[in-house]
């Protein structure tokens, strides 16, 4: 008989390290408190003052425009929150710091004023910016390079992520209809303070994760020294130089804002080319050539899929028959249908993709990824025939969007916790949580251009969006799958060593190993 005490950090739960789970409901809770004030935010923006549940009274058009800023913001902060883990705090610092800022932003959004309005969206962009990264990376950091469980570890996370937004979305909006806005956006951060109790407890659980260490052979990576190495890259500094003039010139021409937001463009954009640069092993460099790739492919899908939060939510409110057995359903509770499919789904999806790649057939995270955008626009199709009823009758059934929403999840499980997995397998160590930021800065461009196709559809009519996003999304999935064979030649084999875990010889919980 074996006496020997098993540490906490080493503990295993149902197959998975116990770890998980902490970070399973740390993550569920914050997601509650983001999905619940994102669900009503839009629908309190175009709410008339002169309602019994008054909101701003703003215009769909502007009430998109400050949703797509918002949303963009609060996963471009992603890539300084993943800086500072990087370079001063660590993974695990980080992720607590952002979680007492979320507090406090949660907090002051509550209040019944202009300008708190403004600041706990403030407080809630660096909040999330420092947080969402960071605890994505700890989940990779909880499992041995080669080990299968990972992908599964991830989608186990992203129920976490959804059982949030489900109870979020449901009683948020329920809160909010029956007592007023700032009675949902107060809910939602009591549920933040909640994942941050948890957080704090679980920390004996994360011990070996997170941590932050400075490499003792001095040759640790210095962000400024990228960007002065820049001058002496001719190639490098011709290329930042167009960039930062086409950004002076989207200045002059669409404004301040625009003008900023592309400056801040190509600064990432000299960053990644300097990162190149930097790698020295050529498989190092393949390999980030792929993620960069990926990266647009979560462009792609997020810019399509986050019409949810928007057009898609405000057309629920306005063009949506939501009266079922005599009682009207608030239209925030439809962005629930996704994480309820989620819950439903996940393990199902998850455990489909694995038997078929230990069975020898393609499941490689790229092409679930691109088989993910087709699925995701295919599910338009139904929007589309939702907005021919509306032209035709006056109104929408809520099937359409119950149809919708079941394929954009699908779409969903088989690319985005895929993509969260993927990083981790192809990020240089010292880059590994610049990579996540980055990775959901591209998720904040997605919402970007979610916000301006919603924008778009003043103009253009819902019908026309819908139908347009369905075939952008299919054509560029089946680009991708075109050439599949070249990408996972420069992935060197990072997911060919994947196997059972009975063939995994050592599962304690490790920090992310340097890809070589």
């Known amino acids: 008989m074996n006496s020997q005490v098993i540490p906490a950090h080493k503990k295993e739960l149902f197959g998975h390290p116990v770890g998980l789970y902490i970070l399973f409901l740390t993550e569920m809770w914050e997601r509650f408190s983001y999905y619940g004030m994102r669900a009503i935010l839009t629908l309190y923006m175009v709410a008339r003052t002169t309602e019994a549940n008054p909101g701003l009274g703003w215009s769909n058009g502007e009430a998109l425009a400050l949703y797509g800023w918002y949303t963009m913001l609060v996963y471009?902060?992603?890539i300084p929150g993943g800086m500072i883990a990087d370079k001063i705090l660590g993974q695990k610092k980080s992720v607590l710091y952002g979680a007492i800022i979320l507090c406090f932003g949660h907090g002051v959004l509550a209040i019944e004023h202009d300008w708190a309005f403004y600041t706990g969206l403030g407080l809630i962009i660096l909040g999330v910016g420092l947080l969402k990264p960071n605890v994505s990376t700890l989940v990779g950091g909880l499992y041995k390079e080669g080990d299968i469980r990972r992908d599964k570890g991830f989608s186990?996370?992203?129920?976490?992520?959804n059982l949030g937004s489900l109870l979020a979305t449901t009683s948020v909006a329920i809160v909010?209809?029956?007592?007023?806005?700032?009675?949902?956006?107060?809910?939602a951060g009591i549920a933040m303070l909640i994942g941050l109790v948890v957080y704090i407890w679980g920390q004996k659980f994360l011990t070996h994760v997170g941590n932050h260490v400075k490499e003792e052979n001095g040759n640790e990576v210095s962000i400024p020294q990228l960007y002065k190495d820049i001058f002496n890259s001719p190639m490098q500094l011709a290329v930042t130089g167009i960039l930062l003039a086409a950004s002076l010139y989207g200045w002059y021409v669409l404004g301040w804002a625009y003008g900023l937001l592309f400056i801040f463009?190509?600064?990432?954009?000299?960053?990644?080319?300097?990162?190149y640069k930097d790698l020295e092993l050529q498989v190092n460099k393949d390999r980030?050539?792929?993620?960069?790739?990926?990266?647009l492919i979560v462009i792609v899908f997020w810019g399509a899929f986050e019409?949810?939060?928007?057009?898609?939510?405000?057309?629920?409110?306005?063009?949506?028959?939501?009266?079922?057995?005599?009682?009207?359903?608030?239209a925030a509770m439809f962005q629930g249908l996704n994480a309820a499919f989620i819950i439903l789904f996940a393990t199902a999806i998850a455990g489909f993709w694995a038997?078929?790649?230990?069975k020898g057939n393609e499941a490689s995270s790229l092409f679930k990824m691109a088989v993910g955008v087709i699925i995701m626009g295919l599910g338009f199709v139904f929007m589309v025939f939702a907005s021919m009823e509306f032209e035709s009758e006056g109104s929408s059934a809520m099937y359409w969007l119950v149809l919708a929403y079941l394929f954009h999840t699908i779409g969903e499980l088989c690319a985005s916790p895929v993509a969260l997995s993927f990083i981790t397998k192809l990020a240089p160590l010292r880059y590994a949580s610049l990579m996540m930021g980055v990775y959901f800065a591209a998720t904040g461009l997605g919402n970007k251009v979610a916000g301006l196709l919603g924008e778009g559809s003043e103009e253009l009519g819902e019908k026309t969006i819908f139908l347009g996003i369905t075939i952008f999304t299919v054509i560029f999935g089946l680009l991708v799958i075109a050439i599949l064979k070249p990408l996972k030649r420069l992935t060197h084999g990072a997911e060919d060593k994947e196997r059972k875990l009975e063939e995994v010889e050592d599962n304690e919980p490790f920090e992310l190993q340097e890809n070589i």
Do not use: C, D
């Open 76 to 78: 471009v902060m992603s």
């Open 156 to 161: 186990i996370f992203y129920i976490g992520i």
């Open 176 to 187: 909010a209809k029956e007592y007023g806005w700032h009675y949902g956006f107060g809910l």
């Open 265 to 275: 463009l190509s600064a990432i954009t000299a960053l990644m080319m300097m990162i």
């Open 288 to 295: 980030y050539l792929v993620l960069l790739l990926s990266f």
């Open 307 to 330: 019409q949810a939060g928007g057009l898609m939510n405000i057309y629920t409110q306005e063009k949506t028959n939501r009266v079922l057995l005599g009682y009207e359903i608030p």
């Open 355 to 358: 038997k078929r790649k230990l």
